[in-house]
């Protein structure tokens, strides 16, 4: 029983060293912070309409949890700028109204930059963008290329 008690002991200290060395930052799906603002939790709250609200009327809203950490994440329409249309469809997703905003989403991605070559353990930065099906560039999509 000593033993079984030593083995779950020293498995919580590795699980909680884990846990605290895991960087906040870790990397995130593609659309992660679509609609979020803030701390970049990922889930649309009424938090993220208040931001939405604030970087409407003065352009001062708290993007920088998010990535990139820049409004665009909530230009839900994808007019290039934040307006009262934009936070209709957050404060319907707050109230779990899904559709909204769905005409806008992009469904195509466009890889900008030429080919490289490249050997093995080199990396090299690439520019996209996505689009919606009319040829609409989508700002606030993926994360930093």
Not at 25 to 40: M, R, V
Not at 48 to 62: A, F, H, K, M, P
């Amino acid at each position: 029983m000593k033993r079984f008690g030593f083995f779950a002991a020293a498995l919580a200290l590795v699980c909680a060293f884990t846990l605290v060395s895991t960087p906040v930052s870790a990397e995130k799906p593609g659309a992660y912070y679509y609609g979020d603002s803030g701390t970049g939790d990922g889930v649309i709250s009424p938090g993220d309409v208040n931001i939405c609200q604030t970087e409407i009327l003065s352009g001062t809203g708290d993007y920088s949890g998010v990535r990139p950490p820049v409004s665009h994440v909530q230009d839900i329409d994808g007019d290039a700028v934040i307006s009262p249309s934009d936070l209709n469809i957050v404060q319907s997703w707050v109230l779990e109204i899904w559709g909204a905003g769905s005409s806008f989403r992009p469904d195509s991605i466009t890889v900008v930059t030429t080919a490289v070559n490249l050997t093995n353990g080199d990396s090299t930065p690439i520019t996209a963008y996505v689009s919606t099906n009319t040829g609409v560039r989508r700002p606030g999509w993926g994360r930093d290329l």
